[in-house]
């Protein structure tokens, strides 16, 4: 019993983070890494919001595009729809190397 009580857990992460894999990459873009990780570490209790263990997933990629070609494609909302909710959909934070680099290097991360 133990098992399938964290085991639904790793099931439902695993299946918002496909969604968020599922959604079509721009052109002269690919997909260097992505993963996923889910509990308590990132807030809440252990359940989550809603019931639902609370999920941290992205996607790292490299394109030829121009950041703003790809803030302008991902910068939307309400477009990842949220397993066992029919109504609900999240959008994106976005994030872009240089700018994370910066903020290490003035140790604001």
């Given at each position: 019993?133990?098992?399938?009580?964290?085991?639904q857990e790793y099931l439902y992460a695993k299946s918002f983070a496909s969604k968020l894999y599922e959604y079509p990459?721009?052109?002269e873009t690919k997909v260097i890494e992505k993963d996923f990780a889910y509990g308590v570490l990132f807030g809440g209790e252990p359940s989550g919001s809603g019931?639902?263990?609370?999920?941290?997933?992205y996607i790292?990629?490299?394109?030829?595009?121009?950041e703003?070609?790809?803030y302008d494609y991902y910068n939307k909302d309400k477009v990842i729809p949220i397993p066992c909710?029919?109504?609900k959909k999240i959008g994106f934070e976005i994030y872009f190397a240089?700018?994370?680099n910066k903020q290490i290097?003035?140790?604001?991360?």
């Open positions: 019993m133990l098992y399938v009580l964290f085991g990459l721009p052109d019931g639902f263990p609370t999920v941290a997933s790292v990629l490299e394109s030829d595009l121009s703003k070609d790809l909710e029919d109504t240089d700018h994370y290097k003035k140790d604001k991360v």
